[in-house]
Structures are given as C-alpha cells and as structure tokens.
C-alpha cells in the first residue's frame, strides 16, 4: 500500500496575513461576527377542543347616533314647514289675485254703467242741475250775487256771485273732494279760481276732504266774475288729468 507523501502541499490560507512592504503596517486581522439566532415567544399548544375567545364588538358612541339623529330630524321639520309655508303663501297671493281682479271687474262695470248715463263728454247744465262724475253727483243748488265791502271791493266791471254746491258719493269707496276742483269760466273763456273774502261764514264755505260710501257735503264757494255775462260758467273737475273747463253749470247771470 502506497503511503502518502510526508510533506505534502497546504492549500494557501486566504486569511494568512500578506507581505508588507517595510515601513507599512499590516491590516488588522478579519474577526468574524458572533451569529445570534433570532427565538419566537414560546406560545403554549392550543389544547384539542379549545377555541380562541371571540372578540368583544366595539362600543357604539350613542351620543354621536342621538346627536345625527336630532340633526335629520331637524332637516326633515324644516323641509315640511318650507312646504307649508309655500303652499299657504301661493293660496293668499291666489286669494289676493281673485279679489283683486273681482274688485276691478265690479269697479269697471260700475264706472262703464255711470259713464254711460252721466258721465260721457263735456257736460253741461243750469242751476239746480247734477253732474256726476266718477260716482260723485255734484248739483249746483243756488247762485247770488254780491256787490262786496269796504273790505272786500271788486275791481272795476265785476262783481262777487255766491255759489252753493252739494256734493254726493254714490259709490261704495271713500273719495276725495276739493273746493279747487271748482272755477268759473267766462263767456270769453277765461278760467279762474275761487276769491278769498270775509263776508262769507267759514263754517259756510266748501272746503276739501273725504266723502265715505254714501257720504254728502255742501258749502259756498265765492267767485269774481264780470257783470253781466250770460254765458259765465261754474265747471266742476274733480280728475286731476282733465279740462279744468269741462262740466258746467250756466250761471244765467
């Protein structure tokens, strides 16, 4: 049997410290690091028949469901008074609409059935005759004349007349009336208004206010005219857009 040989090659150590060259020092020598083996906590075995215990369910934050629940109602109670408070507004703007338009309808057939008897184009009357206009009847009762005061003189060639009106609402609204919806009109055409003197009792005179459904009212108004005109006029306009000579009474002075 063959024997091996007494000295046999070594295989080169890799981690055998190398040459230096003088005056370098070595590298130091590899250490290796320690190996740590990692462990898992010791669970005990689970024993046959044994179950692991159920979990407890979350606890739900009943003061977050009430408050969510207050705050939907609330939502809900303001959508239904929204609703009722459109479906009542849409019924009174629909009653206001019919009255309305009722009112206007009455309004119209009354004021087309007194325009059509008394109140069409210029009218012109006599002492003691009506005109009515609107549904407000005015009649001139009586006319005189007077030759003035010391105080009160008028000019040269005229002379005062006294006019007593009476005015009458017919209709079943409350109207206006004015002493300044009166004039007189001369035969040449000249419009003027009503003379201030003081020989008239002013509990007498006409003066302005309001006339309720059915109400009346009379006075005085005092006018200078000229003497002897035969086709001088009182007029009468109670709508502020009309003819201020329109709606006569002939004075028959």
Known sequence: MQQPPENPEQPSN???PQQTEPG????????????TQYQQPYQPPMQPGMYPPPQQPKKRNRALFWIGGGCLALIVLGIIIAVIAVASAGHVVT??????????????SSSTSTSS?????????KVGGTITLNGVQATLVSVKTHPGTDVDIPRAGNEY???????H???????????FDFHTKSGT??????TFVSFVNS?????????????????DIVFEVKKGDHQAELTWQPSFYGNAGDNGWILGL
Request: net charge negative; glycine share 8%.
């Open 14 to 16: 890799p981690y055998q």
């Open 24 to 35: 370098v020092s070595p590298p130091p020598p590899y250490q290796q690091q320690p190996y």
């Open 95 to 108: 009653t206001t609409i019919n009255n309305a338009a009722a009112t206007a309808t009455a309004g119209t």
């Open 117 to 125: 008897s008394s109140t069409s184009g210029n009218q012109v009357s």
């Open 161 to 167: 007349i006294v006019v007593h009106v009476r005015l």
């Open 169 to 179: 609402n017919t209709t079943d609204n409350e109207v206006d009336y004015n002493v």
């Open 189 to 194: 055409g000249n419009i003027t208004d009503e």
């Open 203 to 219: 509990s007498d005179q006409l003066n302005s206010g309001k006339l309720a459904a059915g109400g009346s009212v009379e006075g």
